[in-house]
């Protein structure tokens, strides 16, 4: 069943600021940004990066607002040292590109990460959120990976097999209305789907006007018109993990 998110009672506007808060750190055999909260907290989130990787000023941002409200927050590079997506690349050679950057081809990545979690930072509930790549990425994981206690998948649909709407965890799934990636039918016939046979909490939200990658601009790159939706979604994210994780 979907349901309302709550208002946050926090200020999330007071907690947007990029900083670059964490640091870098190494995990088995692929690098992570970390950081954590100011307070001692159980409560973790894996960030999932989109195609243009885990350095992405904009991404480590929103894992900086994660920790400041609550989250140790854990960025890895899922692509594993090879090249992230650049806009100056040719878009013809994307699914070239693309073949050895599968975003769910993570299992084993992810394991190590939770592993890390829980022995090195103390997390014993742990949530995923994910943009773009990452946003499909978080749609796998709360498939298939029962530790993770709830998901927020911006932009992003596992696009096919019937087991897609079988979530093991409760997930948020935040579109744009004018989001040039993802068709207005494909999110409709996710909603659709999820009511028919998902037995989890979860919520698909539309935001009008928006494009892809509206919710993780940096502060500095997003425009007085779209700032309150940008805002809402955020909220809407941080409240779903205060919800279930």
């Known amino acids: 069943m979907a349901n309302e998110a709550k208002p946050c009672p926090c200020d999330i506007g007071d907690r947007m600021e990029y900083g670059g808060l964490g640091q870098e750190v190494q995990i088995e055999h692929f690098k992570a940004y970390v950081v954590k909260?100011?307070?001692?907290?159980?409560?973790?989130?894996?960030?999932?990066?989109?195609?243009?990787?885990?350095q992405l000023p904009n991404t480590r941002y929103m894992a900086d607002m994660l920790?400041?409200?609550?989250?140790?927050?854990?960025?890895?590079?899922?692509?594993?040292?090879k090249e992230p997506w650049s806009p100056s690349?040719?878009?013809?050679?994307?699914?070239?590109?693309?073949?050895?950057?599968?975003?769910?081809?993570?299992?084993?990545?992810?394991?190590?990460?939770?592993?890390?979690?829980?022995?090195?930072?103390?997390?014993k509930h742990i949530g995923v959120v994910g943009f773009c790549w990452?946003?499909?990425?978080?749609?796998?994981?709360?498939?298939?990976?029962?530790?993770?206690?709830?998901g927020v998948s911006f932009y992003g649909i596992i696009a096919e097999g019937e087991d897609r709407y079988d979530l093991k965890s409760p997930t948020l799934f935040i579109f744009g209305e004018k989001d040039h990636l993802i068709p207005p039918d494909q999110v409709s016939g996710l909603e659709a789907k999820l009511k028919e046979k998902c037995t989890v909490d979860y919520r698909v939200k539309i935001f009008p006007g928006q494009n892809h990658g509206f919710a993780h601009r940096k502060r500095e790159d997003i425009s007085p018109?779209?700032?309150?939706?940008?805002?809402e979604a955020r909220t809407d994210m941080i409240n779903w993990l205060n919800k279930y994780i």
């Open 225 to 231: 018109a779209d700032k309150p939706r940008i805002e």
């Open 67 to 81: 920790a400041a409200n609550g989250y140790v927050a854990v960025c890895p590079d899922f692509f594993l040292g």
């Open 37 to 54: 909260p100011p307070a001692t907290s159980d409560k973790a989130i894996v960030v999932i990066q989109d195609i243009f990787g885990w």
């Open 134 to 150: 990452g946003g499909i990425a978080t749609h796998y994981l709360v498939l298939h990976n029962l530790e993770v206690k709830a």
């Open 89 to 123: 690349h040719d878009w013809s050679t994307f699914t070239e590109w693309r073949k050895d950057k599968k975003p769910t081809d993570i299992n084993k990545e992810v394991d190590l990460v939770l592993r890390f979690l829980k022995e090195q930072c103390g997390a």
